[in-house]
Nanobody, 124 residues
Framework: QVQLVESGGGLVQAGVSLRLSCAASGRTFSGYIMGWFRQAPGKEREFVAAISWSVGSTYYADSVKGRFTISRDNAKNTVYLQMNSLSPEDTAVYYC?????????????????WGQGTQVTVSS
């Protein structure tokens, strides 16, 4: 059974950094694309970043490019999202997701597995 478990969220002040983790289990994820999405209250789930598990190439939403970094640790079966220079606009529930596809996809419906999410709140 595939499980994606996010951690690392919290309440922080604007300008600081936070690192989210996504522990993946239940299958081999080589060949998958792992993504991070976020959803703010009253808004649709929004693509943030993705990484190819096997190759390590990355793709970012314009809104986070240069501030967020996605990475993975194959030995720990964990994907990370390093978030720098956080602003109140980054406040959302952040979700980890896995996609069996071969191209970058930014719509939530394209992803096959999801975690439960972790709350990130940035105060001004």
């Amino acid at each position: 059974q595939v499980q994606l478990v996010e951690s690392g969220g919290g309440l922080v002040q604007a300008g600081v950094s936070l690192r989210l983790s996504c522990a993946a289990s239940g299958r081999t994820f080589s060949g998958y694309i792992m993504g991070w999405f976020r959803q703010a209250p009253g808004k649709e789930r929004e693509f943030v970043a993705a990484i190819s598990w096997s190759v390590g190439s990355t793709y970012y939403a314009d809104s986070v490019k240069g501030r967020f970094t996605i990475s993975r640790d194959n030995a720990k079966n964990t994907v990370y999202l390093q978030m720098n220079s956080l602003s109140p606009e980054d406040t959302a529930v952040y979700y980890c997701a896995a996609d069996r596809g071969f191209t970058w996809r930014t719509t939530a419906a394209s992803y096959d597995y999801w975690g439960q999410g972790t709350q990130v709140t940035v105060s001004s």
